[in-house]
Nanobody, 121 residues
Framework: QVQLVESGGGLVQIGGSLRLSCTAS????????MGWFRQAAGKEREFVAT????????VYADSVKGRFTISRDNAKNTIYLQMNSLKPEDTAVYYC??????????????WGQGTQVTVSS
């Protein structure tokens, strides 16, 4: 069992930056690929980014490519999402998730409770 807790969300102006964190419980963190997803009000949850077990492989949604960076620190059981050049359409609840099968954008096994990001003028 893996428990995930996100932090770092908040209100930011258009063009600003935020860094989200997600800390996992347990000793098996490094055996999971990790991902970030988001869900805007009234919309389905969508994939944002994923990172492999050791952090050398990453994949991004086209909508965030070049603006967001996913990273991980296995010694701290934590992943990060650095978000730059934020746009109003980035407003959503952001979730981190863990995946046993390796890097991918579907079929995640564990989910955090989410953190709200609001981008406003």
């Amino acid at each position: 069992q893996v428990q995930l807790v996100e932090s770092g969300g908040g209100l930011v102006q258009i063009g600003g930056s935020l860094r989200l964190s997600c800390t996992a419980s347990g000793r098996t963190f490094s055996t999971y690929a990790m991902g970030w997803f988001r869900q805007a009000a009234g919309k389905e949850r969508e994939f944002v980014a994923t990172i492999g077990r050791v952090g050398s492989n990453t994949v991004y949604a086209d909508s965030v490519k070049g603006r967001f960076t996913i990273s991980r620190d296995n010694a701290k059981n934590t992943i990060y999402l650095q978000m730059n050049s934020l746009k109003p359409e980035d407003t959503a609840v952001y979730y981190c998730a863990a995946r046993r099968r390796g890097i991918g954008d579907y079929e995640y096994d564990y989910w955090g409770q989410g953190t709200q990001v609001t981008v406003s003028s």
